[in-house]
């Protein structure tokens, strides 16, 4: 585990649980694997960049605030 795929980790989880989103449903409009969604979130995997395109409009947030600290 790298250290900034934990801290991109935590921005995705800080802001779809913000969103009142569950994994299961941001895996779901993101068109993406929830195994996926949860090694992201958890610092195990990096999102390739078409994957953080597609979290990105579920989560409707600016890149500054999903790449916050990193």
Do not use: F
């Not at 610092?43 to 994957?51: D, F, H, M, N």
């Amino acid at each position: 585990m790298l250290p900034h795929y934990q801290i991109l980790g935590n921005n995705i989880r800080r802001l779809r649980v913000g969103m009142k989103l569950t994994q299961e449903r941001l895996a779901e409009d993101a068109d993406l694997a929830l195994r996926y969604i949860q090694e992201i979130e958890a610092g195990e995997k990096g999102p390739s960049l078409a994957a953080l395109l597609r979290i990105r409009k579920v989560l409707r947030c600016r890149w500054d605030n999903l790449l916050a600290k990193l």
